[in-house]
């Protein structure tokens, strides 16, 4: 069964960190470039960073660029985004997806 499934969300206050990972299977894995998308209640999605197969280049939304980094272990199937640095308007659901494939999603709620 192809899935992507992410985990990690929760409620921080302005300024914390979280990690947020991605569980993929039933497709090879390390053949595809794996992107972090979020959506916030009065956005359309928006895609946020991305890793290409071999881990070693990655892209980020201006925004965001300095504060995550996405990682990828290929012996594992994971694809992680780390967050510090997080501001309200970093409040969304996070997906993680090849393009083609989604998971179903992680709050990621920042409010003092």
């Known amino acids: 069964q192809v899935q992507l499934v992410e985990s990690g969300g929760g409620l921080v206050q302005p300024g914390a960190s979280l990690r947020l990972s991605c569980e993929a299977s039933?497709?090879?894995?390390?053949?595809?470039?794996m992107s972090w998308y979020r959506q916030g209640l009065k956005n359309e999605r928006e895609w946020v960073a991305r890793v290409w197969p071999s881990g070693d280049t990655s892209d980020y939304l201006a925004s965001v660029k300095g504060r995550f980094t996405i990682s990828r272990d290929n012996d594992k199937n994971m694809v992680y985004l780390q967050m510090d640095v997080l501001k309200p308007e970093d409040t969304a659901v996070y997906y993680c997806?090849?393009?083609?494939?989604w998971g179903q999603g992680t709050q990621v709620t920042v409010s003092s």
């Open positions: 039933g497709f090879t894995f390390s053949n595809y470039a």
């Open positions: 997806s090849t393009g083609v494939i």
